[in-house]
C-alpha cells in the first residue's frame, strides 16, 4: 500500500478544548437528546435537511454516524457551513465499536435512485473538515437535477478537505434520449485556474460504478479537479482520476476498468482517460496499477510542466499509454520504471515540443514509440513482444513481474536518485543493480530479501443478494421465509496471490456456519430460507484470503413470514388487550410458567368480518417442546378447559401453525384438526389464554377457507 508522508501528517488531530463528539444514529436517535453519547443520540446532523434540534458549533467538533444505519433522500444534503482549524479538523465519520447488527459495517447514505434536492449528499463551504468511513449509494441525476459540479462530495474551493476510507458506488442516471448528460463526479472541486487545494487529499476510498447497457459508463470523474489521491481502488467510471492545482498527486490506486460514456456521441478521443491533468505544474503518478481504458492511459499537460511517471503497471491500454499534451505549452515528462503493457498504438505521443526522460520501463506488446519528443534521453529500457514475455516468465497472472533472479529485468537497470522503491514498496536496489520495470525482483519493505514484494490484502466486493426488500417499513433488507436466492460477491488481488473464499452466515448473532468454500473467483450462493427462519436475521459473510490475510464484505438480511392468502385478516399477537401473566417481548407475547384456563394470561383482539363464511385461525408461534405447546382458544366467548386447547405441533424456531382443537381427543390426537369457526358479518373478538410456559405467539391470521362443492354426482364407471 502507498504511503505519503502528506497522508499521515493530515491524520495526527489535535483537537480544541471546546470540541465536542456527538453520535447520529437515524433509526433510533431523536434530535431533541443532546446528542453527546450513544443513548441520548439525534437522528441527523445539525447540518442535514430536517435537523430539528438545536446546536453551537466549535472548531474540531466530530460526528460519529452509526455503522450500519442507513439516513434517507430526504436528509440530504448536508451543507457544511462551518469547519475546524489548524489546530485540529471538524470529523464526519464512525466509531468502528458502534453499530447495529452483529458486526461493523459502514453507516450508509442512499439517496434510493431518486434526485435529491441538494444535488449532494455533502458541499463542504469551509476548510479543515475530515469524511471517514461512510458508504454512499443510490446517487440519481437527470435533465432537471444537474450542474457542472454534480457529485456525491462537493468540496468546492476549501482547503485540508480529507476523504478517507469511504465507498462510493451504485449510482444511476435517467437516459440520453431525455436529455440526461454525463455530468457526475465522485468528488468534484472548483474548475478556476487560481485553486490551490492545500491539505486536500482523498484515501483509501472505492469508487466502483456500473456497467450499462451497451458496455457503457456514467461518472465524467471518479476523482475530478480535486488535487491528490492515495491508495483508491476506481473502476467502471467515464474518466478515473483528473487532478488539478501546481502539485498533483496518484499514488497507490488501482484505476480501470475505464468505460465509454453512455453519452454518445461524445468525445473518446480526448476521454475515457485512467489519470488526465488538469491544473498546471507539477504532477506525479506513480505506484499505481491503471488497467483497461479506452482511449489514453495518463494524459498529462492539460495544462501543465512537469511530470513523474514511475513505478506504474499500465496493462489493456487502447490506444495510448502515456501523451502529453503541448496545447498549454512545452514541458518535461520523466517516465521511470514502469511497466506497460499496450497494444498497437503509439506508447507515448504527442507531437508537440514537450521533453523526455525514459529509463528502466518494461514495455510489452505492440510498436510505436516517442514521437514528438525533443529532445529525448532514453536508456536502460526493455522491450519485448507479448510472446517474448511471455516465454520469459511475464503473464497475467503474475501481473508481469519477474520470477527468477534470472529473468531479463532483473538487475538490469540505471540508479534514479529521485525514488527507491518499487511498485509494491519493496526497496530498490535488491542483488548487483536496479530492475527495469516496475517491480524489483525478491525485495521487501525495508531492504530485505525473501523472494517476494510486501502483500497486499484482497479487496472484496459488496455482497448483492438478488431478492427485492419486501417491507419498507422494516430498516434494511427484509426476505419471506421460502425465498430463494442468489447471493454474489468478487475479489481482487493486488499482488495476484492466489485466493480461496468461503460463504459463510450467521443466525441472530449464532455461530459461524460455512456454506460453500472454494478457490479462484468466487462462486455464486444458493440459498433457500427455511420456514423456521421467520423472525430472523442472516448476517452474510464473503471471506476471501490470499494466505497470509483475509478480507471479507457482508450482507444482514432479516427473515420475515410471508403474508397470508388473499381474503385472510391478519394482526400482530401484541396488538391485542395483554393481560398478565402474559408479557410482551418484543413482537410476541408468552407466560413464564402453567396456568389453569382461568389463572393464565389473557389476549383479546376485536376484528370485523365483511365476507361471512368458514375461517382457520393460522399462528406464527414458536413451540419448542412438548412442556411448551398449547394454548386455550376461542371466539366471543371464554375458551373451555380442556376442549378448547390447541394443542400446537413442535416448530423449529417460529413456524406457522393452524388452531385445532383437543374436543374429545387427547393431547397427541386432537379431535378437531383444523377448528373451523363459521363467522357471521360483523365485529367478533377472537380471546387466547394462557396455557403453558414459554409459548411464544408473533402473528395472527384469519384464512378464510373456500365454498365447499356444489351438485356432485357419482357417475358409474364406463
Known amino acids: 500500500m502507498m504511503k505519503s508522508s502528506v497522508l499521515l501528517a493530515s491524520l495526527v488531530i489535535a483537537f480544541n478544548v471546546s470540541a465536542t463528539t456527538y453520535f447520529i444514529d437515524y433509526s433510533a436517535g431523536s434530535d431533541s437528546s443532546s446528542g453527546t453519547s450513544t443513548s441520548s443520540s439525534w ?10 434540534g438545536s446546536y453551537t458549533h466549535h472548531a474540531g467538533d466530530r460526528f460519529i454516524f452509526k455503522g450500519g444505519v442507513t439516513w434517507p433522500n430526504a436528509c440530504f444534503n448536508i451543507s457544511v457551513s462551518a469547519g475546524g482549524t489548524a489546530a485540529g479538523s471538524d470529523y464526519y465519520g464512525v466509531d468502528r465499536t458502534w453499530f447495529s447488527g452483529t458486526s461493523w459495517a459502514r453507516p450508509i447514505f442512499n439517496a434510493a435512485g431518486a434526485p435529491m434536492a441538494g444535488l449532494s449528499y455533502i458541499s463542504i463551504n469551509t476548510d479543515y473538515v475530515t469524511v471517514d468511513g461512510i458508504e454512499f449509494t443510490g446517487f440519481y441525476w437527470d435533465s432537471t437535477h444537474t450542474s457542472w459540479n454534480l457529485s456525491m462530495i462537493s468540496p468546492g474551493a476549501s482547503q485540508y478537505i480529507t476523504v478517507i476510507n469511504c465507498y462510493m458506488h451504485n449510482w444511476s442516471h435517467d437516459s440520453y434520449a431525455n436529455g ?60 478515473g482520476c483528473l487532478p488539478n492545482t501546481a502539485n498533483a498527486e496518484v499514488a497507490g490506486c488501482t484505476i480501470g476498468p475505464i468505460l465509454a460514456s453512455f453519452q454518445q456521441p461524445y468525445d473518446n478521443q480526448d476521454h475515457p482517460n485512467g489519470v488526465e491533468q488538469l491544473g498546471g505544474g507539477t504532477i506525479s503518478i506513480h505506484h499505481n496499477i491503471i488497467h483497461d481504458t479506452v482511449a489514453i492511459t495518463i494524459f498529462v499537460g492539460n495544462p501543465g510542466n512537469l511530470a513523474y511517471i514511475y513505478d506504474n503497471l499500465i496493462y489493456n491500454s487502447q490506444p495510448i499509454p502515456i501523451q502529453a499534451d503541448g496545447r498549454s505549452g512545452a514541458g518535461q515528462m520523466f517516465v521511470y520504471n514502469n511497466t506497460i503493457v499496450y497494444g498497437s498504438g503509439a506508447l507515448a505521443n504527442n507531437g508537440t515540443s514537450w521533453s523526455l526522460v525514459a529509463q528502466n520501463n518494461h514495455f510489452i506488446g505492440g510498436g510505436g514509440g516517442f514521437g514528438g519528443y525533443s529532445p529525448v534521453t532514453q536508456d536502460h529500457n526493455l522491450t ?18 519477474p520470477t527468477s533472479a534470472t529473468s531479463p529485468t532483473v538487475d538490469q537497470g540505471t540508479i534514479v536518485a529521485m525514488f527507491n522503491t518499487d511498485r509494491l514498496n519493496g526497496s530498490r536496489p535488491f542483488g548487483a543493480a536496479w530492475d527495469i520495470g516496475a517491480y524489483e525482483y525478491g525485495a521487501t519493505v525495508g531492504g530485505g530479501g525473501g523472494g517476494g514484494s510486501t502483500n497486499v490484502a484482497p479487496v472484496v466486493s459488496p455482497v448483492i443478494q438478488n431478492a427485492a426488500d419486501v417491507d419498507a417499513l422494516t430498516a434494511g433488507l427484509q426476505v419471506y421465509t421460502g425465498t430463494a436466492v442468489q447471493l454474489t ?4 488481488d493486488a499482488n495476484h496471490d492466489p485466493l480461496t473464499w468461503q460463504w459463510i452466515y450467521t443466525v441472530n448473532s449464532g455461530a459461524e456456519v460455512i456454506a460453500q468454500s472454494g478457490s479462484g473467483s468466487v462462486a455464486p450462493m444458493n440459498y433457500v430460507y427455511p420456514t423456521s427462519a421467520a423472525g430472523s436475521t442472516y448476517v452474510w459473510i464473503l471471506r476471501v484470503s490470499d494466505g497470509q490475510v483475509a478480507s471479507q464484505s457482508q450482507l444482514t438480511v432479516g427473515v420475515e413470514a410471508p403474508p397470508p392468502p388473499p381474503g385472510s385478516l391478519t394482526f400482530s399477537a401484541t396488538s391485542g388487550s395483554i393481560t398478565a401473566p402474559f408479557v410482551v417481548n418484543g413482537t410476541y407475547i408468552s407466560q413464564p410458567s402453567q396456568t389453569t384456563v382461568t389463572t393464565g394470561g389473557r389476549a383479546a383482539y376485536t376484528f370485523t368480518i365483511t365476507n361471512a363464511g368458514s375461517y382457520v385461525i393460522q399462528g406464527l408461534l414458536n413451540a419448542p417442546s412438548d412442556a411448551a405447546n398449547s394454548f386455550y382458544v376461542n371466539i366471543d366467548a371464554e375458551p373451555q378447559d380442556p376442549s378448547m386447547v390447541w394443542q400446537i405441533p413442535l416448530t423449529s424456531g417460529f413456524e406457522n401453525r393452524i388452531v385445532n382443537w383437543q374436543g374429545a381427543g387427547t393431547y397427541d390426537n386432537p379431535q378437531f384438526v383444523p377448528k373451523i369457526f363459521t363467522l357471521a358479518n360483523g365485529t367478533h373478538q377472537l380471546i387466547i389464554r394462557g396455557r403453558e410456559a414459554n409459548t411464544q405467539l408473533d402473528t395472527i391470521s384469519f384464512i378464510k377457507l373456500p365454498p365447499a362443492p356444489q351438485n356432485l354426482h357419482v357417475v358409474a364407471a364406463p
Open 489 to 492: 460477491g468478487s475479489a481482487t
Open 180 to 239: 440526461c448528460r454525463d455530468d457526475m463526479s465522485i468528488i468534484c472541486g472548483p474548475s478556476s485556474g487560481t485553486y490551490q487545494g492545500l491539505g486536500n487529499y482523498i484515501s483509501n476510498c472505492v469508487i466502483m460504478g456500473t456497467v450499462e447497457a451497451g458496455g457503457y459508463g456514467s461518472c465524467r470523474g471518479g476523482i475530478y479537479q480535486f488535487p491528490r489521491a492515495y491508495n483508491c481502488t476506481i473502476g467502471n467510471v467515464v474518466d
Open 43 to 52: 437522528q441527523r446532523h445539525p447540518f442535514m435537511k430536517g435537523f430539528a
Open 384 to 401: 519485448q513482444t507479448a510472446s517474448a514475455a511471455t516465454s520469459a516468465g511475464y503473464t497475467s497472472g503474475n501481473l508481469w513481474q
